[in-house]
């Protein structure tokens, strides 16, 4: 494996700049997660990586070798898309193989790195399937297992699972999370689900209209926010914020709570509100209310907790848990 390192990486498209001045060390062995709303920038920093895309200033190293100027066959790369790609006309073994049949490897050479993949990713009784007979998870496992036998240096995925449907996306992150921990690889995942970030990644690089807000561990980007733009990105549903009075108070511009630190009573507390909607979760309830000195406020609340839409209700802050920006 290898580690990644971005210096000072501009891209412009007919005179917009898209990404503006990216630095950034992604380590050996790291599960890094780009994350970020559509338009930010993180797909084409992924493909600026790849070589699929040139940067208009700005170099690249991988494994310490400068690959600014480099075919994207000579990075030591291999790259998972949104969409599968796989050909229909070959079977789940050969679509697996193909780039060593391309690269002319010898046969026993490939059936054992298709073998391999294939045991990895549970796709062992499916080998002789073409891609119309299966699931959209088990497409996918196929790109990832194209993608493993190249044996890279670093793995690069592009929103993969954004075509799946949600209780699929939840087993793949865990596959793949697994996979990551079996490859001990380097891996580089662009994804606009700051959910799918937060349970994946070693390391989150939050990007915001072409620079990086922030760079660091989950749990540190969601108790230590730098910015009001990360603060309101992760975590979910995101974090309240307001200006004005409650933001005077303590001495900030910005004044931050998450949802799940606010406690609710129906008889006493810091802010009165009258609930104005309910999202019933199950074991959480997301209450929605409006206060008068501030404005909407979203909580977490427990899934029993008994409130209907109209009630008055006090909200509280945790100590310690307000963030001030």
């Not at 580690?3 to 062995?29: P, Y």
């Not at 079996?182 to 580089?188: G, K, Q």
């Not at 990007?207 to 992760?234: C, D, K, R, S």
């Amino acid at each position: 494996m290898a580690t990644v390192r971005l210096k000072n990486i501009h891209k412009e498209f007919n005179g917009v700049k898209i990404l503006k001045g990216i630095d950034l060390d992604v380590n050996d062995g790291e599960f890094c997660v780009f994350v970020g709303p559509s338009g930010c920038g993180k797909s084409t920093l992924l493909r600026i990586i790849s070589g699929l895309e040139d940067a208009t200033s700005g170099t690249i190293e991988i494994g310490e070798k400068d690959v600014t100027k480099s075919d994207p066959i000579d990075r030591g790369i291999a790259m998972v898309f949104q969409s599968y790609a796989l050909y229909p006309h070959l079977t789940v073994r050969d679509n697996i193989g193909f780039g060593l049949s391309l690269a002319k490897r010898p046969k026993s050479e490939i059936k054992e790195r298709v073998n391999a993949a294939a045991e990895m990713l549970q796709l062992e009784s499916l080998l002789d399937r073409k891609p119309k007979d299966l699931s959209g998870g088990q497409r996918q496992r196929v790109a990832i297992g194209r993608a493993i036998v190249r044996e890279p240096e670093v793995f690069l995925f592009d929103e993969p699972l954004s075509n799946l449907d949600a209780a699929l996306r939840s087993k793949m992150r865990i596959e793949l999370t697994e996979l990551h921990a079996t490859l001990n690889a380097t891996m580089i995942y662009v994804t606009h689900d700051q959910i799918e970030a937060m349970t994946m990644a070693d390391k989150i690089v939050v990007l915001n209209a072409g620079h990086i807000e922030q760079v660091g561990t989950p749990m540190e980007l969601y108790h230590h926010p730098q910015t009001p733009f990360v603060a309101g990105f992760i975590g979910s549903p995101k974090m309240n914020l307001f200006e004005g009075a409650i933001a005077k108070e303590h001495n900030a511009d910005l004044y931050g709570i998450r949802p799940e630190h606010l406690t609710l009573s129906p008889k006493e507390g810091k802010w009165k509100g009258v609930v104005k909607h309910i999202e019933q979760l199950g074991a959480d309830a997301i209450v929605h209310i409006h206060v008068e000195s501030l404005g909407m406020l979203v909580a977490r609340a427990d899934g029993d907790f008994s409130i209907t839409a109209g009630s008055t209700i006090y909200a509280t802050p945790q100590e310690g848990k307000e963030h001030l920006f």
